[in-house]
């Protein structure tokens, strides 16, 4: 019998951009031309990922811009066969984690960052009644265990840990960012 995990958290579209190294015409800036990308979910997206890789059936919930970088997110979400009661808002954007690599080492080079703005992280945690509402149906779904993926992006709050304590799970698990986050 499969084991039925809902995760809970920040979840992020990890983009990898497979780069070859040129002289840069303009400067002594480092260049890049890309020539692959790969997309990834991250965050909790990663930890749900990495369950439903293990066999695990998986729910997944979490926050998301309505946005392309949302909806690419969503495609690689249900290639992995993940179940997600996802909120999708117009007014925040998807946080995404861009990693520039050498396609012929491998090497990391750079990162740039979109949508973890201070204002987003606010935006997210001003939907936590949305996501309140999201929560009741994973007692009649009967998923017996959770994990709570924080990376301090805005949907971990305590309102949300104090509503998921109530679900009475088995087995509750929770990795964080943060120094330390008690609900009561």
Same mark, same amino acid.
């Given at each position: 019998? #499969?084991?039925? /995990?809902?995760?809970?958290? !920040? ?7 497979? *780069? ?10 480092? *260049? ?31 926050? $998301?811009?309505? !946005?392309?970088?949302? &909806?690419? $997110?969503?495609?690689?979400? =249900? #290639? ?8 999708? !808002? ?9 990693? @520039? ?5 491998? &090497? ?18 001003? $939907?936590?009644?949305? /996501? ?13 265990? *959770? ?5 301090? #992006?805005?949907? @971990? +709050? ?6 998921? #304590? ?7 698990? +929770?990795? =964080?960012?943060?120094?330390?986050? /008690?609900?009561?």
């Amino acid at each position: 019998m #499969k084991p039925k /995990i809902a995760v809970f958290g !920040d979840i992020l579209l990890d983009r990898y951009d497979y *780069c070859e190294n040129r002289e840069n015409p303009e400067s002594s800036a480092p *260049c890049h031309r890309v020539k692959n990308t790969v997309f990834l979910p991250g965050g909790a997206g990663n930890v749900a990922a990495n369950l439903a890789r293990l066999g695990a059936e998986v729910i997944l919930f979490g926050v $998301l811009g309505n !946005d392309d970088h949302g &909806r690419q $997110l969503l495609t690689e979400i =249900s #290639k992995l066969g993940i179940n997600h009661k996802i909120l999708t !808002d117009n007014g925040i954007k998807t946080i995404v984690k861009q990693r @520039i690599l050498s396609t012929s080492d491998g &090497r990391y080079h750079g990162r740039l960052d979109f949508g973890d703005y201070p204002s987003e992280i606010e935006a997210i945690k001003s $939907l936590r009644f949305q /996501i309140l509402s999201r929560l009741s149906p994973l007692l009649a779904d009967g998923f017996d265990s *959770c994990i709570i993926s924080d990376y301090n #992006k805005g949907f @971990i +709050t305590a309102e949300i840990i104090n509503e998921i #304590k109530k679900l009475e799970f088995l087995f509750m698990l +929770t990795q =964080s960012r943060t120094k330390v986050f /008690i609900a009561e």
